[in-house]
């Protein structure tokens, strides 16, 4: 008797740690291959294969792509292999943004660094426009499942200034927008798109922004439930949103936060 291939396909745009790797674990213990596109160093792959060992065994397969997210070449070359390794039988049935590249500049300063425009646009670029790159190009190639769940991580920066945060706050806002009209242009293909505004995690990202101790420990104050949102918190939602009884939400952003942002 033949083996049953498994041909559910979850592709995250930054997968190798944070949000991301939790969420690939939580889809993988699930049933879902994984497709990994992520930037990291030389020196932090080693840490980052052990995990996707990890997640290899849970019996599914596992497919890594350590390139800039937002270059469009590169961008091309890896949806080639995928195609090629997908074949004409599978599809992606999930893809996951979760890009945390971006500037951290404050937008004045008498002695340090300041923000310019390209720093805006590299952040842009990488948080925010890269979704509609690769979903476009996904549809284009007809890579994409009919009822596809496109997933983004947006932050309460989307509505709050917080120090060094201008470029990113100015990338969130763009990709829940970008989100809601992939909701609304994409749905005659059955796609769904929805953002996830998740409440404080101390993930590295996190700890990359200028003042973060303030902010967790503000989080922790006013979060009803006495701690931090972890990355398994959001990743439970994630899965929630692939399944078939999510299928009627679509182009809102959905908190996660155990109650933090009520006050």
């Given at each position: 008797m033949s083996e049953i291939r498994n041909t559910k396909w979850a592709l995250l745009?930054?997968?190798?740690?944070?949000?991301?790797?939790?969420?690939?674990?939580?889809?993988a213990y699930h049933g879902f291959n994984i497709l990994v596109v992520h930037r990291d160093r030389r020196s932090d792959l080693e840490q980052i294969e052990s995990h996707f060992?990890?997640?290899?065994?849970?019996?599914?397969?596992?497919?890594?792509?350590?390139m800039d997210v937002a270059n469009p070449e590169k961008r091309r070359e890896a949806l080639q292999k995928i195609k090629a390794h997908l074949g004409k039988e599978e599809s992606i049935q999930v893809l996951v943004h979760s890009i945390a590249k971006g500037s951290l500049k404050p937008m004045y300063g008498e002695t340090e660094s300041t923000l310019n425009q390209q720093d805006f646009q590299?952040?842009?670029?990488?948080?925010?426009?890269?979704?509609?790159?690769?979903?476009?190009?996904?549809?284009?190639?007809?890579?994409?499942?009919n009822d596809a769940r496109i997933i983004s991580f947006t932050s309460?920066?989307?509505?709050?200034?917080?120090?060094?945060?201008?470029?990113?706050?100015?990338?969130?806002?763009?990709?829940?927008?970008?989100?809601?009209?992939?909701?609304?242009e994409f749905?005659?293909?059955?796609?769904?798109?929805?953002?996830?505004?998740?409440?404080?995690?101390?993930?590295?990202?996190?700890?990359?922004?200028?003042?973060?101790?303030?902010?967790?420990?503000?989080?922790?104050?006013?979060?009803?439930?006495?701690?931090?949102?972890?990355p398994e918190d959001v990743a439970n939602v994630v899965y929630l949103l692939t399944t078939k009884e999510a299928q009627w939400i679509t182009g809102t952003v959905i908190k996660v936060d155990g109650g933090e942002s009520l006050r």
């Open positions: 745009l930054g997968g190798s740690s944070g949000l991301g790797l939790a969420t690939a674990k939580k889809l060992r990890e997640i290899r065994t849970l019996g599914v397969q596992l497919l890594g792509y350590n590299l952040t842009l670029n990488a948080m925010a426009l890269s979704l509609y790159d690769w979903t476009k190009d996904l549809v284009g190639l007809e890579l994409l499942a309460e920066g989307n509505t709050k200034a917080w120090p060094g945060y201008a470029a990113v706050s100015a990338a969130k806002v763009t990709l829940e927008a970008i989100t809601r009209n992939i909701a609304l749905a005659p293909l059955g796609i769904k798109a929805n953002c996830i505004q998740a409440g404080v995690v101390e993930t590295q990202a996190f700890q990359r922004i200028p003042g973060h101790e303030r902010l967790r420990n503000s989080a922790l104050k006013r979060n009803p439930n006495g701690r931090l949102t972890t």
